[in-house]
């Protein structure tokens, strides 16, 4: 079975977005399913046209041409334009590579370009929803959405899933606001984040990292993710500031999750030693970075994006046995069982973020309890072979029509 899938972006970007998709393909790939990769133009390839990635050929897709006189403040305008040019690549790689359906995963631009295409070679079309608020639609710096492009993106997102042969969504709250706008219940599949467990395992601490930050007997706190102002990253810098004057020995570990992170605020610079800002760092160092953090801190704050976005960076924390403190945003509701598999602080309560880290800073044994309990959670419940069995199931169901 030749399957297409038709991403936004992927490896070597590391984003939750990647991840998943690399995921997805992986284990499809190791169950004897073909799979092929087309990226969006939002990709933005610097090299090769054609990359061979893990063993799967992924197609880039050049940004076309700008016209003279297009708006960037027209968004739509801007994504519509992109469609034909995908829709080309799609088009090639289905005739050569004689392709028996395509998985397009959201947003609204790589579905639109894979539906023209399935038309017109009537090859069935799986639609992945990952919200249905429009990433493009949402302004980051600020944690805002744009209410006209949320309610257009939106209708966009439900006329793809009414098109679609089937619709793959990662919650259950996504799945309920489908159903809700017209679109049949028996074509929607549920297929949540989860970890490829046997690439994430708790790991002893990296000693050639520790004397590179200098990090030896001192409890790690660390942040894994964007800088944008939804993150919370300023939160959590005024709380280290107390929890320093508690416990001076305490370090902070601060990660991008994205090479295009660039409005870093001047406060997240290295502090005396203390505050460590590392960027961007390589997929096959990852685990190291984790293995030298005590516990990890999610500290979104309580805005419109972190409602509408689930991290994945949570899940690999928990996958690796990493306690974690997180604000009560509803994604990480959904994820962490408080007290158990880690603890929640009320969002932007610098005083209650700051007593948690200490809470688990000065109790060694509840951290332990906490990452036992954490990983035998993604152990039970998240397997990706649990995923992987819809995604046949999907498959097998269209191509039988």
């Known amino acids: 079975m030749n399957v297409l899938h038709v991403l936004d972006h992927s490896l070597p970007y590391i984003t939750d977005y990647s991840l998943r998709s690399r995921y997805i393909i992986k284990l ?15 990709h933005e390839i610097s090299s090769s046209p054609i990359e061979l990635i893990e063993g ?52 609204f631009l790589n579905g639109f370009a894979a539906l023209k295409i399935c038309r017109q070679k009537q090859i069935p079309l799986v639609y992945e929803v990952g919200n249905l608020t429009g990433e493009k ?64 395992q708790p790991v002893q601490k990296d000693e050639e990292f520790i004397q590179k930050y200098n990090l030896k ?34 370090k902070l570990l601060l990660i991008a999750d994205k090479e295009k992170t660039k409005k870093i605020p001047p406060s997240c610079r290295d502090v005396s030693g203390h505050i460590i800002y590392v960027g961007q760092v390589k997929k096959k160092d990852i685990q190291r970075y984790y293995s030298l953090i005590d516990i990890l801190v999610y500290p979104q704050l309580k805005q419109d994006v972190t409602d509408k976005f689930s ?7 928990l996958s690796v046995g990493k306690p974690i403190v997180a604000s009560d945003t509803s994604d990480l509701r959904e994820l962490l069982i408080n007290k158990k598999t880690g603890l929640f602080f009320k969002a932007g309560d610098i005083s209650d973020l700051t007593g948690k880290c200490l809470k688990l800073i000065m109790n060694k044994h509840l951290r332990q309890d906490i990452n036992q309990c954490a990983h035998q959670q993604v152990k039970q419940d998240r397997k990706w072979l649990q995923g992987l069995a819809q995604y046949l199931k999907v498959y097998k169901s269209l191509l039988s029509q």
Do not use: W
């Open 28 to 42: 499809q790939k190791d169950l004897g399913i073909k799979p092929l990769v087309i990226t969006s133009p939002h």
């Open 56 to 107: 799967v050929f992924h197609y880039r897709t050049p940004l076309p041409p700008k016209k003279p006189g297009n708006s960037n403040q027209c968004p739509f305008i801007n994504e519509k334009s992109l469609i034909p040019a995908l829709g080309r690549i799609i088009d090639h790689v289905t005739i050569n590579k004689k392709i028996h359906l395509i998985h397009a995963h959201s947003p």
């Open 137 to 200: 639609a949402l302004n980051y710096n600020q944690g805002i959405a744009n209410p006209a492009a949320h309610a257009v993106t939106k209708n966009l997102e439900i006329f793809l899933c009414r098109q679609a042969g089937a619709v793959v969504v990662t919650e259950e709250k996504i799945r309920q606001q489908i159903i809700n706008q017209g679109v049949a219940r028996e074509k929607i599949y549920m297929v949540p984040n989860g970890e490829d467990i046997s690439l994430l």
């Open 217 to 250: 007997n001192n409890p790690v706190l660390g942040f894994i993710g964007s800088f944008f102002h939804h993150e919370g990253v300023d939160c959590l810098l005024k709380a280290f500031l107390k929890i320093h004057e508690k416990v001076p020995e305490s």
């Open 311 to 317: 991290s994945q960076q949570s899940l690999k924390a």
